[in-house]
């Protein structure tokens, strides 16, 4: 696996992964090329490719004083259970840190057993449940939604016991 920052070239797979990953609550096209044409500082896409050069899977952080949101994180289907989503998430802690982020929030599908086992693992806690935060599809009929989780780590550094 190789990361990346994303580049605009990068547009078409990443508004791809959005609308295969997450459905209906995806990112527009416009949504995800306003995030790689951000120039702050504050914002990052990491791109994680395959051993193809081809576009596995991407994360996106945000930094605002002390806190690091992580808003994406997708993996193509194809290419999970490779360590991918752990190496985008660890990659993007670090990152944070050298930001000066000293705590990491993000919210997760409650029912996305997949993912919210990487995140525990990592060592975020549930802090909180968004009711009905994500649609979930349902035809002509007004969408389902399901729970998000709310969840946080301490990211500050702390010197070795």
Sequence with gaps: MRLRPAVLDDLERLADLERTCF??????????RRELEDGTGDRLVLVAEAADRSVAGYAVLWVSGSVADLPRLAVDQRHRRRGLGRGLLEALIARARRQGCTEMLLEVR??????????????????????????????????????ALVLRKDISERPPA
């Excluded at 459905?23 to 995800?32: M, P, T």
């Excluded at 993912?115 to 599809?137: K, M, P």
């Design 110 to 147: 409650a029912g996305n057993r997949a993912a919210v086992d990487l995140y525990r693992t990592a060592g975020f806690e549930v802090i909180a449940t968004r009711r009905g935060y994500y649609r979930t599809g349902g035809g002509s009929a007004a969408p389902a939604a399901t729970d």
């Design 23 to 32: 459905g209906l609550d995806a990112w527009s096209r416009e949504s995800v």
